[in-house]
């Protein structure tokens, strides 16, 4: 047994805002609580920027680099470490912050890695996050490793539609933490049901065979797994699944926090920003429509010109559209 838990954030992170650092820092937070009355004493928080092979426009170097990305997640990870202490104490030159929560000391670690961009330019394509945890895995417990996502993420996982590569073996040998996005709660019997699903398809071996062929992890690794699954399909999922709050940051108040809450719920806040900000020219029009970033962020863009070219990133939305759509939900 291990009295360490390792959490797998990844995501595009383009660009890193409040809500962002928000959820970093709700997830610790729940996680004082959750495991106050165990071993678990520390924990060791990765952010993992997806690589810039991946299919998502916004993350593409066309649009950003994946170096500018990784710069203003370096930043984000300092305004939290930053939080974090003024919340509980002080980070030791080793960077780990230790936190005492109702009598108990934990340790906190937030690195922030390369390790899907190192792992896809290795390979020459975007893997799948199964293939990056195998390899994130190394020298931890698999027991106590988490993926972090928003609750819509682990339904297109599962998602006849939208399914990821090798999603049983996926949602079988980790865990997961999902918070609510807006549309998206967390319903235990309808991922039971998709899993189902992938699982039938997988043993017929259908034409999306090849999404669950792994030469180190065939069907014979997870057999056993599936009958457990089997035996009863809701416990498994419970035991697999755990749901987060996110709190919104109390220190930003009003209409600052306007889009920065609606990270946490829809990401069209920042697909809309993309299409409009070529046709900002006022800065003082830019810095409104960026007010959901912390300020090292927002300067750092607009010191380097960054989503100059909006017409080359996803979505098509129009701002002021988006914008009033998210204000008539506060």
Not at 299 to 307: A, R, V
Request: aromatic fraction near 12%.
């Amino acid at each position: 047994m291990s009295n360490t838990i390792w959490i797998y954030n990844g995501g595009s992170f383009s660009c890193p805002t409040i809500a962002h650092q928000q959820i970093v820092i709700s997830t610790i937070n729940f996680l004082f609580e959750y495991y106050l009355f165990s071993n678990i004493s520390t924990i060791e928080y990765y952010i993992e920027p997806v690589s810039d092979l991946y299919s998502k426009p916004s993350v593409k170097p066309e649009c950003i680099s994946f170096e500018d990305r990784f710069k203003m997640l370096s930043m984000m990870v300092d305004n939290i470490i930053k939080t974090m202490c003024e919340l509980y104490s002080h980070a030791d030159k080793k960077g780990i912050i230790r936190c005492i929560y109702k009598g108990k000391i934990y340790n906190i670690k937030i690195i922030l890695e390369p390790l899907e961009q190192e792992i896809s330019h290795q390979r020459g394509m975007y893997v799948g996050t199964y293939e990056y945890l195998l390899e994130f895995q190394k020298g931890k417990n698999p027991d106590n490793i988490y993926l972090l996502f928003g609750a819509d993420n682990i339904y297109s996982l599962l998602s006849p539609i939208k399914r990821w590569k090798n999603p049983i073996h996926l949602f079988l040998n980790y865990k997961f933490m999902a918070y609510s996005r807006d549309g998206f709660e967390l319903d235990f019997n309808k991922m039971a049901q998709n899993l189902t699903q992938c699982i039938d398809n997988f043993d017929k071996f259908t034409h999306i065979e090849t999404d669950y062929q792994n030469k180190s992890n065939g069907i014979e690794d997870i057999s056993s797994k599936i009958e457990l699954f089997k035996s009863n399909p809701i416990d498994f999922v419970n035991k697999h699944v755990i749901k987060v709050e996110i709190k919104p940051d109390p220190n930003i108040a009003g209409e600052q926090d306007i889009l920065a809450l609606a990270e946490m719920s829809s990401s069209k806040a920042r697909q809309a920003l993309y299409t409009d900000l070529k046709y900002l020219f006022k800065p003082d029009d830019i810095k409104e429509r960026l007010s959901f970033l912390a300020p090292n962020i927002l300067e750092f863009i607009l010191s380097n010109g960054l989503y100059s070219s909006g017409e080359i990133c996803e979505g098509k939305e129009n701002f002021s559209k988006i914008k009033s759509e998210l204000e008539s939900k506060l």
